[in-house]
């Protein structure tokens, strides 16, 4: 395999690193080269608009949830169903920030993967600083790469993108700047031409709700116009540098079953392809079904897997989905497993209220009631340990990864817990999720299995 690529990152979240990515991914697509994206962190959001401007599955790469050697056979295999020759990796917030201890970070990954960074900056509030927070960080990044055994010799900050400058003139004065450091200029975009991915409660709008309005060419044809027409691209590419990955047959999750229906709609679009895409791998059958069409999982499945979304903007439609309710009953009274993620979490239990305090009935298969009219944030790494064995008949291995990402709150919970989970620094944080019978679910999204 042959690929090489490079790391967008930014200051802070907001930078523009989003969709200067998305410019980028379509802009080598259209001119030929044959591109592969993914995604550093747990944000499935992101991952999506990644896949719809790269024409094909983009991919997570979580450097605190996931094994070196997991990362590793994950791109491997990634890149090589995609026959990709240029890895194009969007960060996650600042270039160093991540979770306890700063893992997980971008840099983290950058390093792991030995590829280097171009990094964004917003430089409305700054002009010749911008130059020296560049070259800090790339010292930086520099001597964090040390640290790593093998392929972090060519992470270093490759290039700069300014992004919102104000004039020719605030643009000068950057460029003076930088020329005392070895870091290219690779292009500024002016603050008139910029453009935003529209933003709801939970971070950006999905790239389906957007597809459903027809606006989700717009945005990315725009984010193309705009690398195209302020960003230098022929130099961009040749600062990719060659991956060396080690292959292996470690997978992130092994399938629960040989043919898994999944919930998947406007509702239910919150899940991670590295896991889905495998699962298709290794020969299981995916049947996709949607609930908010009234659909009910396929009959034949033996396994159900509803994974996260917006339910809430939904609810008239969820509770009156009654071919949807009616499959679940039946398949967990003929104890197929059903598994729920987040808002799949929230729809096998009794009811959800939204956030005008109206309450809507959904499966009842779980003594659970959540609310969005109490709102509270619950944000981070979960790991989990299962409370009991035989879970997906056997399939789900005792100790997980996952994260947590949610406003709603648990108004009544009742029932067997399904994990004991912990927070990102060991700190035992209870009880998650609930287990009745052959139905489970909890508000975490696993990420990865952790190796026994």
Partial sequence: MACSGFVVSGLSSGSGKTVITLGLLNAFRKAGVSIA??????????SAFLKAAAGQAAINLDSHAMTPTLIDSLLYRHIARQNADTLIVEGVMGLFDGTHNGRGSTADLACHLGLPVILVIDVRNTAQNAAALAAGLDHILRQHAK????GASGTHIAGLILNHVASPRHHTLIAEAMSHYDIPMLGSIPTTADIDVPSRHLGLIQAADLAATGRLDSVIDAATKLVETHLDLNLIQKLAKPLSLQASSQTALDAPAQHIAIASDAAFGFSYSHIIDEWAASGATISPFSPLNDEAPHADAAFVYIPGGYPELHLHRLSAATQFMAGLQQMASRN????????????????????????????????????????????GYRKLTTKQPGLWNNKLASTLMAHEFHYTTATRISGEALFDAKDAAANDVGTMGLIKGSVAGSYAHIIAAVEA
């Fill in 37 to 46: 994206a993914a995604k550093s962190g747990p944000d499935y959001i992101d």
């Fill in 147 to 150: 640290q790593f055994s093998s």
């Fill in 336 to 379: 197929v497993p059903i598994y729920g993620e987040c808002g799949g979490f929230m729809v096998l239990g009794d009811a959800i209220i939204d956030a005008d305090g109206n309450r809507f009935a959904m499966a009842g298969l779980l003594g659970l009631e959540t609310s969005f009219a109490k709102r509270k944030l619950h944000l």
